[in-house]
């Protein structure tokens, strides 16, 4: 997500206050300030969400339905 300071750390507060208020037990927030952890491009750093979020991602899954007219 973003970092806990300034407005960013209002608008990450307030996204958390909206996905407190929802009713989706399997869905969850991570705070993540991708600018301090990537400076000075270390884009590697960008495992460190992907090792929080790998459980959600290897479960994820799709609905898709195509109806013709």
């Known amino acids: 997500m973003i970092d806990k300071k300034g ?4 608008l990450g507060e307030y996204f958390e206050r909206t996905h407190n208020q929802l009713d ?6 991570i705070w993540f300030d991708f600018h301090a ?5 270390k884009y590697e750093n960008i ?4 090792d929080k979020i790998t459980h959600e991602m290897d479960n994820y899954g799709y609905f898709y339905i195509e109806t013709s007219k």
């Open 47 to 50: 495992s460190i969400l992907l």
């Open 24 to 29: 989706y037990p399997n869905m969850r927030l």
């Open 37 to 41: 952890e990537c400076k000075n491009m």
């Open 7 to 10: 407005s960013q750390k209002r």
